[in-house]
């Protein structure tokens, strides 16, 4: 592990990661609900403290009801004043480069750094037949999709390309970023993870995997990468590692530590969060099972009541004590700048909301005192 640095002035930030998932399809309006839910749950994150929201894309099934992150995300940032939106992520093999690059640099525009832009691979879904974008783009499309994006937020008059999956002769760039918004690479495997370090990106880190599985994804892509010419350090919304936490790969670049997403919810007792998670998020999870693939089978296969004990191991649920132990250790051994929490397991509207306002006052308090 990589020796431990002090950056003055750094903060840990403390975001909500929302799904605009479905508790229930009984409602005439769920999908609606839910969206307008999550919209509700960002509001309540700036009141109560929360430096930020993260908003999930999917396309096609109900674990979440969000098709355009940077849709919604535009909306919530006309919803709020202080608190940064960003996107977790924008499914870039779904989407044509251009066409988000244009809509990143509008929100830039009018919302300042308060925008930032995840984008993320995505899978073989039968997304890719439905937006036309093939199979290829997922398979091997994926860097040249995002070095596109890059140009696009460059400051460049004019872009072009002529690549594999993408050829057009230069337009102009319109509206022409100032400065290149904050871009954020999902990542789940130390192949992607090296190829946002190599462009000088930060990391979404998800859910799935342990704090020491982040840090050994992080440390293989430090190994691995080699930094690409028009990586440009400037670039993102600060230092990589703050007060008491390991630096991250990019630190030589002064590249954000990694974002990583937690499952989060906070009780009176241990036995108490646990047993109300259990009971809430099975039916939730078992909503992946909506996936498609191109192939035609569904997945992703994962026995949901297996899957949410393994999630309970790993991440802040239980009392405020856990919970402030799990997340300082998640920051101490991945070095995260941001940590992001998945709330609305809580159940319903009601109880997700007294979960952020118990988060905010139990648990945010001890987080920023390092």
């Keep these: 592990m990589v020796e431990s640095r002090r950056v003055t002035g750094d903060r840990l930030a403390v975001d909500l990661f929302l799904l605009a998932g479905l508790g229930s399809d009984e409602l005439r309006d769920a999908h609606g609900a839910a969206l307008r839910s999550a919209v509700d749950y960002a509001i309540a994150a700036e009141d109560a403290g929360f430096d930020g929201v993260w908003l999930a894309e999917h396309h096609f099934l109900t674990y979440g009801a969000c098709p355009s992150a940077i849709t919604l995300a535009a909306h919530v940032l006309g919803r709020t004043r202080r608190i940064m939106v960003g996107t977790a992520a924008a499914v870039l093999s779904a989407r044509h480069p251009v066409a988000l690059a244009e809509e990143t640099a509008m929100l830039a525009a009018v919302a300042g750094t308060r925008f930032a832009l995840g984008v993320g691979r995505g899978g073989p879904w ?60 999902a990542a789940t495997s130390a192949a992607t993870a090296t190829l946002a370090a190599e462009r000088g990106l930060p990391v979404l880190l998800g859910m799935q995997a342990s704090p020491e599985e982040h840090r050994a994804i992080l440390d293989a892509a430090r190994a691995a990468a080699t930094p690409r010419a028009h990586a440009r350090p400037g ?57 498609v693939r191109l192939d035609g089978s569904t997945g992703p296969g994962r026995d949901p009541h297996e899957y949410t004990q393994h999630l309970l191991d790993l991440h802040p649920v239980g009392d405020t004590a856990l919970c402030i132990e799990r997340l300082r250790h998640s920051a101490k051994v991945t070095g995260a700048s941001r940590l992001l929490l998945a709330v609305e397991a809580a159940g319903s509207r009601e109880d997700t909301l007294t979960c952020i306002h118990r988060l905010a006052t139990e648990v945010l308090p001890a987080l920023r005192r390092g």
């Design 126 to 185: 039968v997304d890719l037949e439905v937006f036309g974008t093939g199979l290829a783009r997922y398979q091997d499309g994926f860097p040249e999709s995002l070095d596109l994006l890059l140009r696009w937020l460059s400051g460049a008059e004019t872009v072009g390309a002529d690549g594999d999956h993408h050829r057009f002769r230069p337009v102009r760039v319109v509206p022409r970023p100032v400065a290149r918004p904050p871009v954020w690479v």
């Design 235 to 291: 670039d993102g919304p600060g230092p990589d590692a703050g007060p008491g936490r390991d630096a991250a790969p990019g630190a030589a670049l002064g590249v954000p530590g990694p974002a990583v997403a937690h499952l989060a919810y906070v009780a009176d007792t241990v036995a108490e969060a646990r047993a109300r998670i259990t009971a809430t998020l099975p039916g939730r999870l078992a909503r992946t099972a909506e996936y």
